[in-house]
Structure formats: C-alpha cells, structure tokens
C-alpha cells in the first residue's frame, strides 16, 4: 500500500511543472475572526427557533494580522491590501445582498481592497476564477494588475469604501457586520477597522416583506 501510495504521488509530481526549487510554508494554527448576519421570519409569531424559518445570512470570514507603528507611513504595495492574513478573506451569502449600491449573487465571494488617490475601495472576487490560476492573497497583493484586468479578471465588483479616522488604534484587524436593526429592510454596515482607520460601506440583503394575515 505504501509503495502504491509513492507511486502515485511520484506520478502526479511528474506531470504537474514545478521550479527547480519548491518552498513550503506552514502558518501553523492562526487566528481568524467572523462576523455574521442571520436573518429569520419570525412574523407574525415573534422570532423563536421552534416557530421561525431561517430565511438566510451573510458571513465574513478574516485573518487577524497585527497592527505595527511601521505601517502608519506606509501605502498598501501597488495599491493593493490583501484585507487580512494568511488565506482569502472570505464574504459568503446565500441570498441576494447590495453591498455599497452594487448586487452580489449568492455564493462565496474573495475580498480585498485597493488604495488610491481617490480612496479606498473593496475588490470583490469569484473564487472559481482565483482557484483556477492557483492565486494565494499573497501573491495578488504583490501582482494585482495581472488578475484585475483583461479575459482572465477575476473582479467582480470594485466598492467605493468611506474612510473615517479612529479615536483609538484597532490593534488587529477587526471586521464586523453591524446590524441596523432586528426588523426589515435587513439593512448592515460593514465596517473594517485596522490601526488608526475605519472603513465602512453599508449592506443590504434582498428579503421580501411577509405577507401579512
């Protein structure tokens, strides 16, 4: 059995290219952090997990990078911040959301975020299209331009982002989903806060209004 299992590997080695040399990193267990909208119905009976019915949610999965002094000078490389560490920062929903005034489809979504003269904005990514070139977060943060533009874009979506300064540093990156209120429309904003900045855009899921009795 093992022989066989060397084989294979030996096998599929020899025909996928490979450099001359091969470097492996391991991050070892990190940190991520998550952030979760769930919407019920709960109407007209009252929201309890017995009598509603789970109507959808929008989730944000991200890795917690340090905030140090060095940054406070520093512009993302090309423009570009890969919006936290180690893998993709991650938008998953499984309804229709408008996020910053533009429509998202159901499914997995990658994210990231580019600095210009004009401010910050959110780079929304298909993950099949990431996945097919074998793209890590960072990679795209030292390269990006090869993966935004042209047939092979894996842009979805670019989102204007407001920018407001912090009264206290955000030590590690936090992202949050904050919630208008427990009522429709199912309205959120989005809020990312690292160092001395927040940047924010407002959220809002596409759930039709219960029919009333």
Excluded: C
């Excluded at 470097?23 to 267990?29: D, R, V, Y």
């Excluded at 997995?108 to 004009?118: E, G, P, T, W």
């Excluded at 990006?144 to 042209?150: M, S």
């Amino acid at each position: 059995m093992k022989r066989l299992l060397v084989l294979f590997i030996a096998a599929a080695l020899l025909t996928t290219p490979l450099s001359a040399e091969i470097l492996i990193f391991a991050s070892g267990e990190t940190e991520r952090g998550a952030s979760r909208i769930a919407i019920f119905d709960g109407h007209p009976r009252g929201l309890t997990t017995d009598q509603s019915e789970f109507v959808g949610q929008v989730t944000i999965h991200f890795g917690k990078p340090q905030w140090k002094p060095e940054y406070e000078m520093k512009k993302p490389e090309n423009g570009v911040w890969r919006l936290g560490a180690d893998y993709w920062t991650t938008l998953e929903n499984n309804l229709p959301i408008r996020l910053g005034g533009k429509r998202l489809e159901p499914g997995q979504h990658f994210l990231a975020a580019r600095y210009s003269d004009s401010g910050w904005r959110l780079l929304v990514l298909d993950p099949e299209r990431v996945r097919k070139v074998h793209l890590d977060p960072f990679v795209f943060q030292a390269f990006p331009e090869r993966y935004l533009k042209g047939s092979g874009s894996a842009l979805v979506a670019e989102i204007p982002l407001k920018s407001s300064p912090l009264e206290e540093k955000a030590e590690r990156l936090s992202i949050l989903l904050q919630a208008h209120s427990k009522t429709l429309p199912a309205q959120a904003t989005l809020q990312i806060r690292w160092g001395g900045t927040e940047l924010s855009a407002e959220v809002e899921a596409e759930v039709a209004a219960p029919a009333s009795d």
